[in-house]
């Protein structure tokens, strides 16, 4: 069997990108370091694909890398990225997610398992392992379904699954109803040590939804479904959790009433941890404004209430890792009336800046971003990235946290640009980016 990305060598991102083949010394960086929860100027070695030194002198011989005061830190883990291949290569394919990656700072993508078809066999999984291992610019790992075809009837072989490459298993938004098959399937999981991804959404109650319910969904006529429904689903499945032991993580918090229920399963000391997308930490429900489809999300955009609580919770590291809940839809999806409208907005490109805007907000400081950006996603992955410390792989980003711009999305290198952030005033701009000690992108060759 082939060996799974994460020990390959990734290709450059893009004509130009230079791959350093010997030894890289970071010098005048401000080392951003999510482990040690420390933000510093520093000097930083990489050789053989490897971060060797943290302050040490140059070595002989190595390319030196003046960071100017800027910001160096791990490359973001991006746990839940939906790629168009298999059967939608039109909407985002292996080459065009790696380019946005690797411009976005996000140097290992974690891809969801709700193509089409699904990855449900061990054959689809190998498949797409060796597309993204030929096309993609940075590291690539992919979840498989729990349930064939995602349709929540029955579970796939996850053994197989597992040994063919996977690194996690979740039907995505299609939330397994009949609670005897998540319990069976979770039991599976537990036995194999595999990590099962839920959606906390109750579906009777989220069918057919496209805002949150409430004046705001009333005074707008959109059909509205209850932050309720998401406690709901949370409650069940830790009620699952703690009966079979399985090892548990909520793709999306996003309401507040849903927190209690995970910290009470943090003490009670279930294996359960939660993440949130990026678009729920930084927009309400208001940005729907006059029906813009770009912000039509899944789950909905939730009140200022809900999102500042959610904000905390990332801050106190209750919830512990941010994503991009990258989901690529094209124009024809999206222009369409909002409840006919498709789900999802892209992000790979957005994650970061948008990311810093909690940072200029001086709600949450970088270490602690970077923790739920990059760490945290690879501690519950079971991967050796996210660090800045000797011995762990040397995928970093190099970035200007200052730098504004306006956010162009014809710019972005999605092949679909739904991003609700078109037009949108952002400060913080990806420099650099490296996989392995290879650079895989820089802003002034992307600009030449």
Same mark, same amino acid.
């Given at each position: 069997?082939?060996?799974?990305?994460?020990?390959?060598?990734?290709?450059?991102?893009?004509?130009?990108?230079?791959?350093?083949?010997?030894?890289?010394?970071?010098?005048?960086?401000?080392?951003?370091?999510?482990?040690?929860?420390?933000?510093?100027?520093?000097?930083?070695?990489?050789?053989?694909?490897?971060?060797?030194?943290?302050?040490?002198?140059?070595?002989?011989?190595?390319?030196?890398?003046?960071?100017?005061?800027?910001?160096?830190?791990?490359?973001?883990?991006?746990?839940?990225?939906?790629?168009?291949?298999?059967?939608?290569?039109?909407?985002?394919?292996?080459?065009?997610?790696?380019?946005?990656?690797?411009?976005?700072?996000?140097?290992?993508?974690?891809?969801?398992?709700?193509?089409?078809?699904?990855?449900?066999?061990?054959?689809?999984?190998?498949?797409?392992?060796?597309?993204?291992?030929?096309?993609?610019?940075?590291?690539?790992?992919?979840?498989?379904?729990?349930?064939?075809?995602?349709?929540?009837?029955?579970?796939?072989?996850?053994?197989?699954?597992?040994?063919?490459?996977?690194?996690?298993?979740?039907?995505?938004?299609?939330?397994?109803?009949?609670?005897?098959?998540?319990?069976?399937?979770?039991?599976?999981?537990?036995?194999?040590?595999?990590?099962?991804?839920?959606?906390?959404?109750?579906?009777?109650?989220?069918?057919?939804?496209?805002?949150?319910?409430?004046?705001?969904?009333?005074?707008?006529?959109?059909?509205?479904?209850?932050?309720?429904?998401?406690?709901?689903?949370?409650?069940?499945?830790?009620?699952?959790?703690?009966?079979?032991?399985?090892? $548990? /993580? =909520?793709? #999306? +918090?996003?309401?507040? @009433?849903?927190?209690? &229920? !995970?910290?009470?399963?943090?003490?009670?000391? *279930?294996?359960?941890?939660?993440?949130?997308?990026?678009?729920?930490?930084?927009?309400?429900?208001?940005?729907?404004?006059?029906?813009?489809?770009?912000?039509?999300?899944?789950?909905?955009?939730?009140?200022?209430?809900?999102?500042?609580?959610?904000?905390?919770?990332?801050?106190?590291?209750?919830?512990?890792?941010?994503?991009?809940?990258?989901?690529?839809?094209?124009?024809?999806?999206?222009?369409?009336?909002?409840?006919?409208?498709?789900?999802?907005?892209?992000?790979?490109?957005?994650?970061?800046?948008?990311?810093?805007?909690? $940072? /200029? =907000?001086? #709600? +949450?400081?970088?270490? @602690?971003?970077?923790? &739920? !950006?990059?760490?945290?996603?690879?501690?519950? *992955?079971?991967?050796?990235?996210?660090?800045?410390?000797?011995?762990?792989?040397?995928?970093?980003?190099?970035?200007?946290?200052?730098?504004?711009?306006?956010?162009?999305?014809?710019?972005?290198?999605?092949?679909?640009?739904?991003?609700?952030?078109?037009?949108?005033?952002?400060?913080?701009?990806?420099?650099?980016?490296?996989?392995?000690?290879?650079?895989?992108?820089?802003?002034?060759?992307?600009?030449?």
């Amino acid at each position: 069997m082939s060996a799974p990305p994460e020990a390959r060598a990734p290709r450059p991102a893009a004509p130009g990108a230079a791959a350093s083949g010997g030894s890289l010394h970071f010098v005048n960086a401000r080392l951003i370091d999510p482990e040690a929860l420390t933000d510093a100027p520093g000097a930083l070695t990489v050789r053989n694909g490897l971060i060797a030194a943290i302050g040490a002198p140059a070595p002989a011989g190595a390319a030196v890398i003046d960071c100017a005061g800027r910001c160096l830190a791990p490359g973001i883990v991006d746990l839940g990225v939906r790629i168009g291949e298999p059967g939608e290569r039109h909407k985002e394919s292996f080459r065009s997610a790696g380019l946005a990656a690797a411009a976005g700072g996000v140097t290992t993508i974690i891809a969801r398992a709700d193509t089409d078809p699904a990855i449900d066999t061990p054959e689809i999984l190998e498949f797409v392992t060796r597309r993204a291992a030929e096309d993609c610019a940075v590291r690539i790992r992919h979840m498989a379904t729990l349930t064939r075809g995602r349709q929540g009837r029955e579970m796939t072989e996850i053994g197989f699954l597992l040994d063919a490459g996977a690194i996690a298993f979740s039907d995505g938004d299609h939330v397994i109803a009949d609670s005897k098959v998540m319990a069976r399937a979770l039991t599976y999981a537990r036995g194999l040590g595999a990590l099962v991804v839920g959606h906390p959404q109750d579906p009777a109650l989220s069918a057919g939804a496209a805002a949150t319910s409430g004046r705001f969904a009333s005074l707008r006529g959109l059909p509205g479904v209850s932050p309720m429904a998401e406690r709901m689903g949370l409650e069940r499945d830790l009620a699952l959790v703690e009966m079979t032991g399985a090892r $548990y /993580h =909520a793709d #999306q +918090i996003t309401t507040a @009433r849903a927190l209690p &229920a !995970l910290e009470r399963a943090r003490r009670a000391g *279930l294996d359960v941890t939660a993440g949130v997308s990026i678009h729920h930490l930084t927009l309400n429900e208001l940005d729907i404004g006059e029906y813009r489809t770009f912000f039509k999300l899944k789950p909905p955009l939730r009140s200022e209430d809900d999102r500042m609580a959610v904000v905390e919770a990332v801050a106190t590291g209750l919830i512990d890792v941010i994503a991009s809940m990258h989901t690529p839809q094209d124009e024809e999806s999206k222009r369409l009336p909002f409840e006919e409208a498709a789900s999802g907005a892209v992000a790979l490109e957005t994650i970061l800046p948008a990311a810093l805007r909690l $940072y /200029h =907000a001086e #709600q +949450i400081l970088l270490p @602690r971003l970077f923790r &739920a !950006l990059s760490l945290n996603p690879a501690r519950r *992955l079971g991967l050796p990235q996210g660090r800045l410390s000797p011995g762990a792989p040397a995928d970093l980003v190099l970035f200007d946290p200052d730098a504004p711009f306006v956010l162009d999305r014809f710019a972005l290198r999605s092949k679909c640009r739904n991003t609700p952030f078109d037009g949108a005033r952002m400060q913080g701009r990806v420099l650099r980016s490296f996989v392995a000690g290879r650079e895989v992108y820089s802003r002034e060759a992307a600009d030449a």
